[in-house]
């Protein structure tokens, strides 16, 4: 079955060559023991993965540059928290091209207090946990219409949307783990405006609405065929996808007995190469998933794989969300928690 999904301008569609990954109907595999339970591949001289791709998508930052964006200054203000790792500097790149003004405050741990983090032409100073409220209100006061962006960590992603909160800010949340309940519930309670997504990246968005869509129109359509799951993320990524879940939880529907305990994770750079065909150059970050599923007599199968080289999909999805939330502030909409169904919903999307 082939699927294809249109990327946005200032990505380049990249057709992976023919690696082995899994086998075509009655061949699959993933390794002798990936059916039994996960699998976390750090030593190359685990068995080969063996697999045609039938569907790819590959985001990877077009080398041209983004010329064609507008230099034109957007009245959003916003304070990306954790502007000192990749995903936020990436933000603050992509926030700069987009027009967006990015205050000079980033909020950070208490070793990174004091520090100033340099992206670009903008330099920004980092405060510690014991000055977040008084630094958050000040800010909100001198920029009325202040959006925070909150790509941290796990540990601190409760505290903070508690923060967000209490001071009354609108904020977009990336950042995954934490009491995701409790995090809901606080961000409720608070009556603000926020966008809200683990996954940021729109076109995969769009590929698991898709996927919903079809779990739901079709249940059982795939009762009795197999599933095999891979992903491979930089190796500094020890969980599993959330991503990954969710493609599966639809294949579940679909009728598929499948474990998330199954999925099998490469983390090994070697393998990363060799067997998966993840350039180097994005061995610190990328996201390779590939889902194979085969009838019960093993004559058909179908394979479903989305590749992401690189940080700028988020990037570009979070000053999208960031965008649509600042109009439903402006247009005085409901305070409530969005996602980026709700961005992609919208349109009008750069």
């Known amino acids: 079955m082939e699927l294809m999904l249109k990327v946005p301008a200032n990505c380049i569609v990249v057709q992976q060559p023919k690696r082995a990954f899994l086998g075509g109907a009655g061949t699959s595999r993933l390794?002798?023991?990936?059916?039994?339970?996960?699998?976390?591949?750090?030593?190359?001289?685990?068995?080969?993965?063996?697999?045609?791709?039938?569907?790819?998508?590959?985001?990877?930052?077009?080398?041209?540059?983004d010329k064609s964006m507008s230099k034109n200054k957007i009245d959003i203000p916003i304070m990306v928290n954790g502007c000192s790792g990749k995903m936020g500097k990436a933000i603050i790149q992509a926030a700069d091209s987009a027009g967006l003004g990015v205050v000079p405050v980033s909020f950070g741990s208490a070793e990174e207090s004091g520090q100033t983090v340099q992206v670009g032409a903008t330099e920004i100073l980092v405060h510690g946990p014991s000055e977040r409220e008084s630094t958050l209100a000040s800010l909100l006061e001198k920029y009325p219409n202040l959006i925070v962006v909150d790509f941290t960590v796990p540990s601190a992603v409760n505290d903070n949307a508690e923060l967000y909160g209490k001071v009354g800010v609108p904020f977009v949340m990336g950042t995954t783990g934490g009491d995701r309940d409790q995090l809901y519930k606080t961000v409720e309670d608070s009556k603000v405006y926020a966008v809200i997504s683990p996954q940021m990246g729109k076109q995969v968005v769009a590929f698991l609405a898709a996927m919903e869509i079809m779990a739901?129109?079709?249940?059982?359509?795939?009762?009795?065929?197999?599933?095999?799951?891979?992903?491979?993320?930089?190796?500094?990524?020890?969980?599993?996808?959330?991503?990954?879940?969710?493609?599966?939880?639809?294949?579940?529907?679909?009728?598929?007995?499948?474990?998330?305990?199954?999925?099998?994770?490469?983390?090994?750079?070697?393998?990363?190469?060799?067997?998966?065909?993840?350039?180097?150059?994005?061995?610190?970050g990328h996201a390779f998933h590939m889902y194979h599923l085969t009838s019960p007599d093993q004559t058909v199968s179908f394979e479903?794989?989305?590749?992401?080289?690189?940080?700028?999909?988020?990037?570009?999805?979070?000053?999208?969300?960031?965008?649509?939330?600042?109009?439903?502030?402006?247009?005085?909409a409901d305070k409530r928690i969005y996602n980026m169904m709700d961005v992609l919903r919208e349109g009008n999307m750069r």
């Open 304 to 332: 479903f794989q989305h590749n992401v080289c690189g940080r700028s999909i988020y990037a570009e999805g979070t000053v999208d969300a960031v965008i649509f939330l600042a109009k439903k502030v402006h247009s005085g």
């Open 216 to 284: 739901e129109q079709f249940p059982g359509a795939f009762s009795g065929y197999s599933l095999q799951v891979m992903e491979s993320h930089q190796s500094s990524k020890v969980d599993t996808s959330g991503t990954a879940k969710a493609v599966i939880s639809c294949f579940q529907k679909l009728g598929l007995c499948f474990d998330m305990e199954q999925i099998q994770l490469i983390r090994d750079t070697q393998q990363q190469i060799e067997m998966v065909g993840v350039p180097e150059e994005h061995l610190s």
């Open 31 to 65: 390794g002798a023991t990936s059916t039994n339970r996960k699998q976390r591949v750090y030593s190359s001289s685990s068995s080969a993965i063996s697999m045609i791709p039938k569907m790819s998508i590959s985001a990877i930052p077009n080398q041209r540059g």
